[in-house]
Structure formats: structure tokens, C-alpha cells
């Protein structure tokens, strides 16, 4: 190189210290790598998981790289191995099982990786730093509160309900409809029929056989959104006047609130972008050497017909994901 060359790269480099994006570069390339298991992305919940870790790791200066398990435990297992390959220094996580998906974490540990687990945690209390979620218990009581003010103030004081719970193998499952008929301990309830199920087409068809069982039946709680659309699809259908209750918001069931002439009341939601951000935040204090609490609890988020602002925000951010 000659002398005139060189001493022009010292004045650029001189020029870009003084600018200060010299530092910005360096500073980018020191940024921690952090690893974010997804389970997809084929559903607004996680869609909103994922974003909200994108904006944790630009408010806490620190670079992600997501893997999707796609809801297989091999699958995991190889992302899992492929992010210790990419040595990130912590990996955000929701285990799709609470013992099976341990063996990897446990690896990942073992080589000095931060492992932050969210929504679904591990038996083993010793492989995460942090546990980031919601009450689930709490979750279903909260929309539950919401059955028994109808109940009681629209309804005489006495209702009869059909449930639509998760399937019994769920982990969900009990403590969700316990929490929910916890809200409504006292009350003069008859449950008419309870029907297992999570996917809208068995939504659809517990709803169906609920009503068919007993036409009375007034109040109907599902345990997810998937069987609350189905749900609110055969109410539409049937042209009946019953009303909708239950967990985990989506964008066609905000939509249904809005309609006047709608089945949903109320949902009560995870707020599955808290989830994300709270769970990237807490991996990243941790790489940065600040103290956070070892159990972090997302507030359980009730959306209504009766609160349209509330149903018009989640909107935008839902819409703004593109879905």
C-alpha cells in the first residue's frame, strides 16, 4: 500500500471516530446474539411473541436469531442444536414439553447459555434463569368475573351454562376451567354439558351438541380461540342467543366484538407481545449483568364488547403484523 493510501485510510477511520459511527460499528458488532425458539408462525399469538422480541432486542441493544420448532420435538432438538452451533449466549424459549424438551436446554446450559423460558415451562425448576407467563388460573377467572356480572345483573342472578374445556391431556385444561368456575363459586349455575375440544371444527360442533342437548342453555365458555371461533361461527348459524365467553384474543374475535349484532362478550388474552418482550428483556439484563426476578408474571388482559378502544388497539397492533 503506498504512503498516500495509507495515509488516507487513517484519516477515514480518524473521520469516522470523530463522527462516532466508528463506535456505532463496533458497538453492533459486540451486540449479544440471543436465541428465540418459535413454536411458527402461523397464528397471531406468536406473531405478537415475535414482535415483541424484536422490540425488546432494539430497546436492550442486543441481536436475535429465531428458529422455528414448527410443534416437533425433533425439530426442537435440532434448532436447539443448531443455536449452540451459532454460540448464542441465551436462548427464549416456550418447551413444547415439560420433561422431554429438557435434555437440550440441559446442553445448552452445560456450555454456559442462559436459557428464559415463557408460556410453557420445564419440570425442572433448575434449567431456566427466568419463568415469564400468566396465571392460568387467573386467566380464566378474569373472564369468568365477566360471566357472573351478566349472570347477575342481566341474567336474574341464575344462568345455565355449557363449557367447552381443552382436552384432558392439556396442562391447560383443568386448571383453566377451574379458574373460571371458581368466578362464579355461590351462584345459582347449572352446567348443562361439557365438551372437550381446541380446534374451531370442534368449537363448531360442541356448540352445536350443547344447544341440541339443552336450548336453553344461555352462557358458553371456550378455553382457547380456536373453539371460540368455531363457536361464535355455528351461534352465527343457528341464529341462536346464546353468549360467548372465553380465552386468548385473535383478530376475527376482536372483529366479533365489534358487531352489534355479535355472539363473543368477552375474552381474556395473555398478551402474548408482553410474553416476548419480557422474556428477550430478561435474557438481555441478565447478559448485561442486572438483577431481575427469577418469576416474571404477564397481567391477564380482559377485552369486551363494552370497552371498543380497548378492541380497536389490539387491532392495529394485530394488523400491523399483517394478520
Known amino acids: 500500500m503506498s504512503i498516500t493510501r495509507r495515509l488516507a485510510l487513517v484519516a477515514g477511520v480518524t473521520a469516522l471516530i470523530a463522527s462516532g459511527a466508528w463506535s456505532a460499528v463496533a458497538s453492533a458488532a459486540d451486540r449479544p446474539l440471543i436465541g ?9 399469538f406468536w406473531q405478537q411473541v415475535e414482535r415483541g422480541m424484536k422490540d425488546a432486542a432494539e430497546k436492550n441493544g442486543v441481536d436475535l436469531q429465531f428458529v422455528l420448532n414448527r410443534r416437533q420435538l425433533p425439530t426442537e432438538a435440532q434448532v436447539m442444536e443448531d443455536l449452540m452451533t451459532r454460540q448464542v ?17 440441559k446442553q445448552a446450559k452445560a456450555q454456559g447459555i442462559d436459557i428464559v423460558e415463557f408460556n410453557t415451562f420445564f419440570a425442572d425448576k433448575s434449567i431456566a434463569s427466568h419463568s415469564i407467563g400468566v396465571d392460568n388460573r387467573e386467566l380464566a377467572a378474569s373472564v369468568g368475573r365477566e360471566i357472573a356480572r351478566e349472570i ?5 342472578g341464575k344462568a345455565r351454562i355449557g363449557l367447552i374445556p381443552l382436552p384432558a391431556i392439556n396442562s391447560g385444561s383443568t386448571v383453566r376451567k377451574d379458574g373460571m368456575m ?20 370442534e368449537g363448531a360442533n360442541a356448540v352445536e351438541n350443547i344447544l341440541r342437548r339443552d336450548p336453553g342453555t344461555q352462557i358458553i365458555w371456550s378455553s382457547n380461540s380456536g373453539t371460540l371461533t368455531g363457536a361464535a361461527s355455528t351461534v352465527g348459524r343457528l341464529g341462536s342467543k346464546v353468549k360467548l365467553y372465553g380465552i386468548d384474543m385473535s383478530r376475527e374475535l376482536a372483529e366479533a366484538m365489534q358487531d352489534p349484532k355479535g355472539s363473543i362478550e368477552a375474552v381474556s388474552d395473555q398478551q402474548p407481545y408482553q410474553l416476548g418482550y419480557l422474556s428477550v428483556e430478561a435474557a438481555a439484563k441478565d447478559l448485561a449483568g442486572q438483577k431481575s426476578a427469577r418469576n416474571i408474571q404477564v397481567p391477564v388482559r380482559i377485552y369486551s364488547r363494552t370497552d371498543p378502544k380497548g378492541l380497536e388497539d389490539y387491532l392495529k397492533l394485530v394488523k400491523s403484523l399483517g394478520g
Open 36 to 44: 428465540a425458539v418459535l413454536y411458527a408462525r402461523d397464528s397471531q
Open 89 to 105: 449466549k441465551a436462548i427464549v424459549m416456550s418447551p413444547l414439553d415439560k420433561d422431554a424438551s429438557a435434555a437440550a436446554a
Open 152 to 156: 347477575k345483573t342481566d341474567l336474574g
Open 182 to 201: 371458581s368466578a362464579l363459586k355461590g351462584m345459582d349455575v347449572k352446567v348443562v354439558s361439557e365438551i372437550q375440544g381446541a380446534t374451531p371444527e
